[in-house]
């Protein structure tokens, strides 16, 4: 898509947003203006229209600024609505805030909401019709992005698949340029000396150079006759497969770096929000929760001797150590830091197994969320001891300390806790880590009820 072409694309997206906010708050206004309670006090003037118009622009700005008009045809959909929709959250805070200020009747809140919500809808929709429709347009249309590839190994196989596998991404791969007598994943055009003659007689929108690390030296020459050709060239490091989640490229002075593993949450927006998410909630079921807490309490203290809350060293974000908080579920022992709990574990009380059955011993650590070590959501914390000692025998185990441990999380959900695959959890935390968003959090926390009462505890005599 040429640079006018993204322009004009931009400029109608972020018309047709205005367009269906104004129409969303135009909407809500004759929703509660007939009701008698509600409407009382609200009214469209010419002051009214202006501040509507307005807000309807403002909104601009802020998706904007959410990135929501990048023309990034590799952002996936869910993607652009998750973002849509923390931007109209976002807006709505504003707006309620700036009500409460200026002291508002009751029916403009009611407004603000309404016109949020069927905002939210339009948009979601819109953008839903506009992606598929794009993508439609890219399968079908003939002008589409001409590409060969320099190079017949791993990553070139990896790459033609990936475009294959994605065909509104609008590539066309005419052939690969390769010495080797007859690759099976695309059409050959010729060897690597008849780089020249292939760019004039092909004439492709750009080259991707995926060569072998023992073929490095040639990428000099590579990018030199592209240039010349006016082609475009993309390379894909011979490291690619060190890359196990989305790169990031970062410029130290002139010199590139590339960050093999980045993750959602390096985003200090993302961080922000999931922090937020976390002190509410907390909060809200620390409330909620207080009377099951008391009852434990005396529970536990009833149960056997020792004291109520369990403290355990463990290990969370960077490695560092913290103390986690629970519920005593077991009788005082000698091997509480140092032995994992089983199913049939006869060191539980019947009281601390069925706290465990339900979830019951867990409530405390949400005071080890409030207090910024844990999250409502994330791997689960380990002992010091269980870290060493997977560390060594489980790639990757470390990646989930990229992140604060959580009181539930993706591995959880899905039953693997407690004395379960430790592999498959380490597979499910790094694919927690890799695809987070709000969205995908509160997904699990409404999961984790449905799921606590099917713990793997069983009662000891």
Known sequence: ????????????????????????????????????????????????????????????????????????????????????????????????????????????????IIAGAISTIAIFLKKIIATKAVHEIRKRSPKTKKVIIFGSGKSAQEYEKQVRENSHYGFNILGCITDEES?????????????????????????????????????????????????????????????????????????????????PLDRISNALIKRIMDIVISLLLIILTSPIMLVAAIGVGLSSRGPIIFKQKRVGKNNEEFTMYKFRSMRVNEMSDSAWTTNEDPRKTRFGTFMRKTGIDELPQLFNVLFGTMSIVGPRPELPKFVEEYSKTIPLYKVKHQVKPGITGLAQIYGFRGDTSIERRIELDIKYIEEWSAFNDLKIILMTPFKMFNRNEKYVK
């Open 1 to 112: 898509m040429g640079q006018t072409n993204r322009l004009i694309s931009k400029v109608f997206s972020a018309l047709l947003d205005a367009m269906l906010n104004f129409t969303s708050i135009c909407v809500s206004f004759f929703i509660i203006m007939p009701l008698e309670n509600l409407g009382a006090g609200v009214s469209v003037g010419s002051i009214g229209l202006a501040i509507i118009v307005a807000i309807s622009v403002f909104t601009i700005v802020i998706y904007s600024f959410c990135d929501l008009y990048s023309t990034n045809i590799f952002v996936k959909l869910h993607i652009q609505l998750i973002r849509y929709g923390i931007a109209n959250v976002v807006l709505l805070a504003l707006a309620v805030s700036v009500l409460a200020i200026i002291d508002m009747p009751q029916g403009y809140y009611f407004i603000a």
């Open 183 to 263: 690759p099976e994943f695309a059409e050959k055009l010729g060897n690597y000396c008849e780089l020249d003659r292939l760019l004039k007689e092909y004439n492709p929108h750009e080259l991707v150079i995926a060569v072998k690390h023992e073929d490095k030296d040639r990428i000099a020459s590579i990018i030199d006759i592209c240039d010349k050709n006016g082609v475009r060239t993309a390379i894909i490091p011979f490291t690619y497969d060190y890359f196990k989640s989305k790169c990031q490229v970062d410029m130290i002075g002139t010199m590139p770096v590339i960050n093999t593993r980045t993750t």
